[in-house]
């Protein structure tokens, strides 16, 4: 069963100009795993929080990828031995915990028809707020 | 001593490790986490929170230790 996985990748800071190439080099080890890019998120060059490999900048790449679990190993141990990335990391989507924030926010934005009673109690709370800032004008 | 902090949210709060903004809001000067006293999270967001930072810390988005 095929699930959904992220990729950092960091980049050599000199590659920046040529990353093309580089990131071809990355799809190809993806897909020769029998894995899939979906998605791709180009940060450019940024100052590290720490010198990694000693290098102060490295250029960041996120990666959406729809793998075979077994393959995840043999991925990482071909990103180990390339020059070109001088870290990455390879984390299991959370969909479920995504989706679960993302329809909390929705609620939160729109409130349901239930939680009204809920909201004229803050507005009187603000009311009270209001008049302290007067008194203290 | 330290102030606690009322709870932010009552819902889940999905940190992710690129969102640097949103988690360093959660360390300290030195780049440590901070405690769930100070956070205002429940148990579940701590973990989750403490999980994206060290994540970010890995790909080195957050320091380790943070000195200036």
Do not use: C
Request: proline share 2%.
């Amino acid at each position: 069963m095929k699930s959904t996985y992220e990729l950092a990748v960091l980049y050599h800071p000199d590659l920046e100009i040529d990353i093309d190439k580089a990131e071809a080099k990355v799809s190809k080890i993806v897909t020769d795993n029998g894995g899939e890019v979906t998605n791709k998120e180009s940060w450019g060059k940024r100052k590290t929080a720490y010198p990694v490999k000693g290098h102060e900048h490295a250029v960041y790449v996120f990666y959406a990828l729809e793998l075979e679990g077994a393959s995840v190993q043999k991925i990482e141990s071909v990103l180990n031995i390339t020059d070109e990335v001088i870290r990455f990391l390879i984390v299991k989507q959370d969909e479920k915990a995504q989706s679960k924030a993302a329809s909390f926010r929705a609620k939160r934005k729109n409130p349901d028809a239930d939680e009204r009673p809920e909201r004229t109690e803050r507005s009187e709370r603000s009311h009270r707020s209001d008049r302290n800032e007067e008194g203290e004008r | 001593m330290t102030k606690k902090v009322t709870r932010e949210t009552t819902g889940s709060i999905f940190f992710d490790y690129k969102d640097v903004k949103t988690l360093q809001r959660y360390v300290n000067q030195y780049g440590q986490i901070e405690v769930r006293k100070r956070t205002g999270l429940t148990e579940m967001q701590q973990r989750r929170l403490a999980k994206a930072i060290k994540r970010a810390r890995h790909i080195a988005l957050l320091p380790f230790v943070a000195n200036n």
